[in-house]
Structure formats: C-alpha cells, structure tokens
C-alpha cells in the first residue's frame, strides 16, 4: 500500500490535525498495522507516541518497534501494578527498539491516601483512575500530535467501535489504533511468531491487565476485559472514552 501523507512541516491547529484524522481514518481503515504505524511515524515523526500498559498490549511495542524504531512508549505507572507488569516494563524496554517512558501521576499513593483516604480504588474508582492514568496521560500528551494504543474491536462492546484512526476530541489528537481489526487469535499468531515478551499474567487468565486491586482473573467464556473493575459498572479507566 502507498501512503501519500507528506510529513507535517510544522505546528498545526486542532483543526487541521481533525481533518488530517478523519482523512486517514477513511484511507487506512482497510490498512496493515504496519502501514499505519508507519504512516504515524513518517506524518508526525516525534511527536507521536504509543501508550503501552504491559499488560496484553505488548504486541503493539513490538510491532512499532519493528516499523518505527526508538519510538517514544509511554507506561502509566499507577502505583497499583502488578510486579509482573513493571517487569515486563522493564524487559521490553531492555530489548526492544523503542524509548520507555515512565509517567507518574502528581500524587504518591500515600498522598492520595492522606488527601483522599485509603482504598479509593472501591470508593470512588472513576476518580481513582482520573488522577493516576487519564490525567498523567493528558499532560503528558501535551508533547505530541497523536498518539497510538493497541485498542481492539473484539475486546468488548465499548471498543466495538474502535477506528484504525480518529479524532480524541477531549485531548484534540490524533488517535491511533493500529491492531484495532485484529482478533485474539491474530494476537496469540503474531506474539508467537515473534516470540514477543509477554505479562506473564496473560497465562495465568488475565488476558486485560490492569492495576492489581481492580483486575481479577477471566473465566471461560468471558469476554477479555470481564476481570476489570468486576462487579461494578465500570468497564473503561477514560482513557479511551
């Protein structure tokens, strides 16, 4: 596939950066992950990142490690993660081609216990979750156009919809979802054939990791994010909404 896309020169308003996403969402939606993220790359150079939670994403670091070597992956480290995702963190920064870059929200866990309580995560989750993953992500999104996650369609119903590549309308970017067509088991293909580091956690039923108070095991037959925030109302962190 030939992507015509000339790299951006300059600085653009949000609204030429919408109409750049709307354009491409149109053009790419049939596209190879690869060719997205190498039409990312090549548009906005560095001033595109991916999100990675090593949880089961780590297959879109690798991926764009391949396409987009040194390319900038930012890891939201809520302070609730399991050890085994700060591992994983750790491997694919010593071994893939990409720069992991470590976010912190502005208060430590006990901060936010003295201000807030202990255990907001039960209380209040939806707060819990705005000030140490979607807030963290929205400043330090400031740095760049767009920004990419491995988002898929068959995770559940609220990313049913989820374009290859759209409008975050709340952050004005450009959003990237290069895997956002795959299935599971193009996943589980892919990862295999690649031999990509992968959450332990992932075969231990946690097929969605998240932080460690709020994420239990998925039974057969569940859908893949059924082990988060379980029990609740809750399906999303806002990160995606």
């Known amino acids: 596939m030939t992507l015509t896309t000339e790299p951006l020169l300059g600085a653009c308003s949000p609204e030429e950066l919408r109409e750049l996403a709307l354009q491409a969402g ?19 150079g560095d001033r595109f990142a991916i999100t990675g939670s090593m949880g089961g994403d780590t297959v879109l670091s690798h991926l764009a490690g391949q396409v987009v070597p040194g390319i900038t992956v930012l890891f939201l480290d809520t302070g609730y993660h399991f050890a085994e995702t700060m591992g994983t963190r750790d491997a694919v920064q010593a071994t893939y081609p990409v720069r992991v870059r470590t976010v912190l929200p502005l208060l430590s866990i ?14 209040d989750p939806d707060l819990c979750c705005a000030m ?24 559940g119903p609220s990313r049913a919809g989820t374009p290859v590549v759209g409008w975050d309308a709340k952050r004005e970017k450009v959003k990237v979802n290069p895997l956002a067509r795959w299935t599971q088991d ?19 039923d946690y097929p969605s ?33």
Request: charged fraction near 35%.
């Open 26 to 44: 149109r053009d790419l939606e049939d596209a190879r992950a690869e060719d997205v993220l190498a039409w990312a790359g090549e548009t906005f």
């Open 110 to 123: 006990k901060q936010q216990d003295e201000v807030y309580g202990e255990r907001l995560y039960e209380r």
């Open 132 to 155: 140490r993953k979607v807030d963290p992500l929205n400043r330090v999104l400031a740095e760049y156009d767009a920004w990419g996650s491995g988002v898929r369609r068959d995770e």
């Open 186 to 204: 193009e996943v589980d293909a892919y990862a295999q054939k690649h031999g990509v580091l992968l959450n332990p956690l992932v075969w231990d």
């Open 209 to 241: 990791v998240g932080c460690e108070p709020c994420t239990r095991r998925v039974a057969p037959g569940e859908d893949a994010r059924a082990g988060r925030w379980a029990g609740m109302s809750k399906t999303e962190c806002g990160i995606h909404m």
